[in-house]
């Protein structure tokens, strides 16, 4: 790929191609750049842009003269819209297993170099931050959202969980919120990711060029976006008591029958909003969802959780509601699946369990 063939403005800021053309990089003093460079589909990653980002990343570990790494998305939708399940998808049906589970392996693998760099990372939750877009971000040093960040963990729509390691930080939310988000992919702007532990702190977009050009002066975390914060409250925060009656919290989450039970008793719009989400998705997937959010709620590390995500998204994959979700929302579009089990009430907790073997 030809500088001539990145957009005029990354080329200009000296972005050039890494092993892929989806992944840039580019270095401002003591700043170094990752760029994910595949706008047409809200940067949603593969195979190779994974390994692209954990490359640089090794590269810069010990570089002396790299002090913060930023992880952004190209393009005006998003930081990322998630993996390419689709391809996963196309994998597991011409029974390349293999290449398959590789992806997941490889994107966990990503996820825990991020948590655990040296540096600082941070990451610009600009836009759409779905699904491995959390991952790719969530365990960033400093996460930074705007006024159009819209972060979402939809995986439950698609027969699948939310992975990536972000079951340990749903876990660990205020209440119920994070069983909320996870069970239901309900949406939510930049103050409530920051309330739930997405994120840390919500600038205006027009102000990341401010961050960048502290970041390559070699500004510490908190000098980064001194100043640049705004204001607001968290709309989750206002809705704790409808969503802690329905979810209940921690390791003493309710059953899913119970949780959706509880969403229509209630006369809360919002909770009557929930439980319609709710009851599109697979159930097995959201009893999967929950029985691994309690399970995560007791782990010491997101290197447990991940762990955790390899077992279960090649049970969900292999005996869940995957392929067909997958086919609904992003192969036929037709919106109508026909789910392994057709309400909670069909499912006992020997299927869910043998979904963790």
Known sequence: MSTQEIPEELAAAGFAPTSTPEVLAARTGSLARIMLNRPKAINALTT?????????LDAWRDDDTVTAVTIEGAGERGLCAGGD?????????????????????REYRMNAAIADYPKLIVSYQDGIVMGGGVGISAY??????????????????????????????LSRAPGGTGAYLALTGTTVDGRDSCYVGLSDVVIDSASWATVIERLADGATRNEAVAGLATSGDASLEGERAWIDDAFGSGEQLRAPSDVLARLRDSDETAAGEAADLLVQ????????????????????????????DKRLARGLVEHGDFVEGVRAQLV???RAPQWSQKSFDEMSDEQVARLFD
Do not use: N, W
């Not at 930074?144 to 972000?166: H, L, N, Q, S, Y």
């Open 48 to 56: 190779d842009m994974v390994d692209a980002v954990r490359e640089c």
């Open 281 to 308: 998705r697979s159930p097995l997937s959201v009893a999967a969802t929950l029985e691994a959010l309690r399970r995560a709620a007791s782990m010491d590390s997101v290197h447990e959780v991940l762990e955790q």
């Open 85 to 105: 399940v689709r391809s996963v998808r196309e994998a597991f049906l011409e029974g390349q297993h293999e290449r398959t589970f590789s992806f997941f392996e």
């Open 332 to 334: 036929d579009k037709d």
């Open 140 to 169: 960033a040093g400093l996460r930074v959202a705007t006024e159009r960040t819209k972060v979402a963990m939809p995986e439950t729509i698609i027969g699948f969980f939310p992975d990536v390691g972000a079951l340990y930080l």
